[in-house]
């Protein structure tokens, strides 16, 4: 098929380049010069594993393209999907500015029949309001085109976008027409060889519903653990070893139980806070919801509260090792990550920051914390140990998992490790001599 897709983000670029993949011809288009020139040249503007050359080889094969234009696309294509942003607005519901601007867009351009699939992360009956937009608009040219909206809420995970791309644990359908539905599937087939009872069709409204409950219900198990993490900590009790008690039943599991830092990335916490806006707007608080946000706002602090009780409120003239600021590894996304906030919170009390990712710097050098002149990065983790007075450890990257902890020693000032990961329980650290403070334990 034809494809084109609009907004060449996570979602559009990583959907892209695997229909494409799949032996479909897509374009990809978005408002930002830079970036489309940028991957012409073959320059990736995200870090995604196996994306990189999975864009260089379909573009080289000339079944990925990349364009500005969306005009010059519209009339060659079966399937237009929409994969731009849906920030949080002011008041905490999803603005819906982008999603609109390229309805309104395909309206004024658009000549032929067309397929509009949304992509993006958009509250309970936005696919109307795509709908409204695009008939408003071929009102207006006095024209009569056929056209249906689908909604196709993405659920692939940054960090491995690609695997969860090109084999889905399941594809979600909206579609109120039979045609539409069919067609979608024919796209996808390719993508369930193995077994195709895995693309869901519904109605347009329980599919845009159904991205927000998964994302609520993922938050919602992180914020219960990290609940039961802090208590664990009151009570004596180690919340690892309540973690594996507790997910040996089937019906609880052991996925998403891991105390840590709390949630951040670009979707969990605007999704929360759209869909607890969706409710209010119904007359309904949702009050579970709140309380999920409201425990994650609470242990983004957790570590650096840990430093300061450590170490007192006055943190000036002492230096900490930061390893790891993506909100998650295996990506370069830095949107709600807790580093943010923790180094905000040492650096505010007069701390200096020696840090290192192995790939989040340029995210945080010129947009997260580029007001924070205290920060210094590095290109390796022991380079921001020297006259350190602590080590903070951040993010779950894998070259953190084993460190040599005689360098470690040699190079801090004291072994002290502050650990905000959610899958850490370093008895080594202990073995070592190192002063280890983590996350639902007393420190050891
Ligand atoms: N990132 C994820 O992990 C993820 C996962 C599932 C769903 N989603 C949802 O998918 C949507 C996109 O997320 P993302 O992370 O890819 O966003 P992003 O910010 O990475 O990318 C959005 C892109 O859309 C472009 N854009 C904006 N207006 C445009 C227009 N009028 N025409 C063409 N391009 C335009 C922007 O320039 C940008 O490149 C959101 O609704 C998000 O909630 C994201």
């Known amino acids: 098929m034809n494809l084109t897709v609009i907004g060449t983000g996570y979602v559009g670029l990583v959907s892209g ?16 010069e830079k970036k489309i020139e940028d991957l012409k040249k073959g320059i990736i503007p995200i870090y995604e594993p196996g994306l990189a050359p999975m864009v260089l080889r379909n573009n080289k094969n000339n079944t990925l393209h ?52 949304n ?4 509250p309970v009956g936005t696919a109307d309001k795509v709908k409204e937009t695009i008939a408003g608009e071929l009102q207006k040219r006095k024209v009569d085109i056929d056209f249906h909206v689908v909604s196709n809420p993405e659920f692939l995970k940054e960090g491995d976008a690609v695997n969860d791309f090109m084999k ?12 539409a539905t069919e067609k979608i599937r024919t796209l996808y087939a390719p993508f369930f060889l193995s077994s195709s009872d895995r693309l869901i069709t519904m109605d347009v409204r329980s599919a845009e519903m159904t991205k927000y409950v998964a994302n609520a219900m993922l938050a919602t ?33 052991y996925s998403f139980i891991y105390p840590g830092s709390g949630y951040g990335g670009s979707c969990f916490p605007k999704d929360i806070r759209a869909l607890k806006k969706t409710a209010a707007l119904h007359g309904y608080e949702a009050e579970l919801i709140g309380a999920v946000e409201q425990v994650n706002e609470r242990q ?21 090792a930061v ?20 180094i905000s919170e040492l650096v505010k009390r007069g701390a200096v920051i020696q840090a290192y990712d192995p790939k989040a710097i340029d995210e945080a050098k010129h947009f997260y914390l580029k007001d924070l002149e205290e920060v210094t990065y590095y290109n390796s983790k022991y380079e921001t140990l020297a006259n350190a007075d602590a080590m903070l450890l951040l993010t779950e990257w894998k070259e953190f998992r084993a460190p040599d902890f005689e360098e470690l020693k040699k190079q801090m000032k004291q072994p002290i490790v502050f650990d905000g990961r959610n899958q850490y329980s370093d008895i080594r650290m202990k073995q070592r001599g190192f002063e280890y403070y983590q996350i639902g334990k007393k420190n050891l």
């Open 300 to 320: 983004k602090y957790i570590i650096a509260n840990k430093v300061i009780d450590r170490f007192g409120e006055d943190l000036r003239g002492m230096t900490f």
């Open 168 to 179: 889905p644990d399941r594809v979600v359908v909206g579609s109120n027409d039979k045609a």
């Open 323 to 342: 390893w790891g600021l993506a909100f998650k590894p295996q990506t370069d996304d830095m949107r709600e990550a807790p580093s943010i906030y923790i």
């Open 17 to 32: 380049a695997c229909f494409a993949e799949m032996g479909n011809t897509v374009t990809c288009i978005d408002v930002d």
């Open 66 to 117: 990349f364009s500005t234009e969306l005009d010059a696309h519209l009339d060659k294509c079966d399937i237009a999907f929409i994969a731009v942003g849906t920030p949080m607005g002011e008041d905490g519901s999803a603005d819906l500015q982008y999603v609109l601007a390229v309805a309104e867009e395909i309206g004024r351009l658009m000549n032929k029949s067309l397929i509009i699939v």
């Open 221 to 253: 198990k992180i914020s219960f653990m990290n609940e039961v993490a802090n208590i664990c900590e009151l009570v004596g009790a180690d919340v690892n070893k309540v973690r594996i008690g507790i997910g040996s039943d089937s019906r609880i599991g």
């Open 119 to 122: 992509k993006s992360t958009v």
